[in-house]
């Protein structure tokens, strides 16, 4: 089982986003008050650390040394495990994982992971998101 480590919204889309303790996640929409919401599959953006583990220490270190680009951050889940298809309960929410990386790859920083390794999820049931909350898939 795994758990949440950071959340992060932004209200404007491509800037960095604001870390926050707790959100909500809203059916069929997102996170609340992030610009990335609304009525398509990219609804909520999830970073699992693992992936870290996939790329040389000079990447890891930019990575780990940018601004967030994802909604959550989870640990505790292994790679394959989180596959297109897969739903996941996130503290009180569950989010149905849609694609994995992007259509364009970043060349550098955080976002050159997550453009890669970020699961990107539609929301089935909304609820309260936590820093701590469990992460699985069910």
């Known amino acids: 089982m795994g ?21 909500r996640i809203v059916e069929g929409w997102g996170l609340e008050g992030d610009a990335h919401g609304g009525n398509w599959d990219r609804q909520v953006s999830i970073f699992p650390v693992e992936a870290l583990e996939k790329y040389p220490n000079h990447i890891k270190d930019e990575a780990l040394e940018g601004c967030p680009t994802e909604n959550i951050t989870i640990s505790g889940i292994p790679l394959e495990a989180l596959a297109v298809g897969k739903t996941l309960q996130l503290g009180e929410a569950e989010v149905r994982i849609m694609y994995i990386g992007k259509d364009k790859y970043k060349d550098e920083g955080r976002h050159y992971i997550v453009s890669r390794e970020g699961r990107f999820c539609r929301v089935v049931r909304g609820g309260s998101v936590k820093i701590g909350d469990e992460a699985q898939v069910i």
């Open 3 to 23: 758990k949440i480590l950071a959340i992060n919204v932004g209200s404007v889309r491509g800037i960095d986003k604001t870390p926050v303790k707790e959100a």
